[in-house]
């Protein structure tokens, strides 16, 4: 979206290291959302289309409270609903709002192989750059949340920025200024999971939710997005939030030991053919008195 | 495989004291593959290693090159698959070959003379042609899973993370034979190359590197 605006804390696909990645300067910004609290109202949805400049869309009714089936390019930030039965047979309507979780750790940025077109920047935000996108959609399969979504007429992905230009601006992002439950909450790292955890605590002690806890998945090295739950031992139960989510290992191995085994195994034939040739060389059709004969 | 080799089509007329190698169709289909599949192989590299992405720009930069990098593909396959129907054939591994494997030491060595006659190819470009066929396969169907990631349902995910390492297994795998192909096509076999552009060989070139073909041609017969 917005470039320079944010010191740069790493670059997808590039050669080296990332200049200025070592300054230590910005806090790690976060939201927290508290599904407990969250009504399913989509006021954010609307904030995100309005802030982000793109139309309303038509939604898709299928008997629940949710929008459409699945975030798109232009619509980054869904309330994904559920009805869940409890076990006592008593049902909890549970709301999510998905969007890009901002993975400390990010999938999509692993797997890009186009220079600057993913961005994090060092207050934690992960951000697409699309005219630096080449549209091969490897994001689509480096992320664990299933969030970058490809425009197929642009040949762009797209996805949440965290109103890294809101941001960068000392504005808090669109959706959080919209809610009116006060369900959403936006600051630093720290004072976000100081506020998720005392939320948790009573969610334990006063109100009966004995297994309600913090989502701030350790398998991606943490996210700029964490939720309080009523139950962090189901978390699927909340639209498919993914338990474990980790950047997928064929991944991890196709962008690290892969890349290193390939290089040197193509450096290494090239090697080979050419000690080859200045060991043997070519090989000359001779006639029957022995003398070269071109071919 | 007999005493002979049924070849259906035109190559082995002799004019001139030269031989036709490879029919015009051939030679076409060949450097349609050659050229389809080194576009292939140069933006994809691109797209492999951070190292490499600058090679995106021989091509028009990254969004062109990946725009092409498909399509580009889907006729490598299908001028692979030309080949297939072509040469399926001359390509069939026998027993003539397997005898020449066994002295394949000789033929590193480029001590031709100690090499067991074989027909119209040998044991190594039959190999090579195996290799391209099932690898261009490989390449087209996981291409497809990674032309279309969001065509795959999220619930069946594991096909787009098998489809990366179905396309760059394969690609390696073809790239490693590609570059002995090249090397010998146009290094160390003197007189590959002319043969794939001009489609003759001399009746020396025919005899020393395929006897039984060459003594086919000379009995008069074509193939």
Redesign the interface.
Known sequence: MSQAILQIRRISGHPGPVPGADVERAEQVCKLIDTTTCIGCKACEVACLEWNGYPFTDTTFNNTYQTMPDTTWKYWNLIRFNEYEREDGTLMLLMRKDQCMHCADPGCLAACPADGAIVQYHNGIVDFQQEHCIGCQYCVTGCPFNIPKFNSDTKKVFKCTLCADRVAVGLEPACIKSCPTGCLHFGTKDDMTILAETRAKQLREHYGFEKAGVYDPPGVGGTGVIYVLHDTTNPEAYGGLPRDPRIPWVVRLWKGPAKWIGNLAMFFGVVGVTLHYLRYGPKTVRDRNGRGDQP | MSVSQTISHAVGILKDGRILRYTLSERVNHWTAALTYIYCLVTGL??????M?WL?DLFGG??T???WHPWLGVVFVVSVLWMFRVWRDDMRITDVDLAWKKAIGHY???E?EDLPPIWRFNYGQKLFFWVMLYGAILLLLSGLI?WF??SIP?NL?WL??????AH?TAA?VT??AF??HV?MGT??????F??IIRGE??T??AR??HRLWYEQVMRGKRG
Do not use: C, K, Q
Request: glycine share 12%; hydrophobic share 50%.
């Open positions: 691109a797209f492999w290693s951070p190292y992405f995106a990254g969004p090159a990946r725009f590193i060595r480029n031709d990674l990631p969001e999220w995910r787009r993370y098998l489809g990366v390492a760059v390696l790239i490693g570059i002995i090397y290094a160390m076999v003197r007189g590959g002319t043969s060989v001399s020396g070139w020393m590197h």
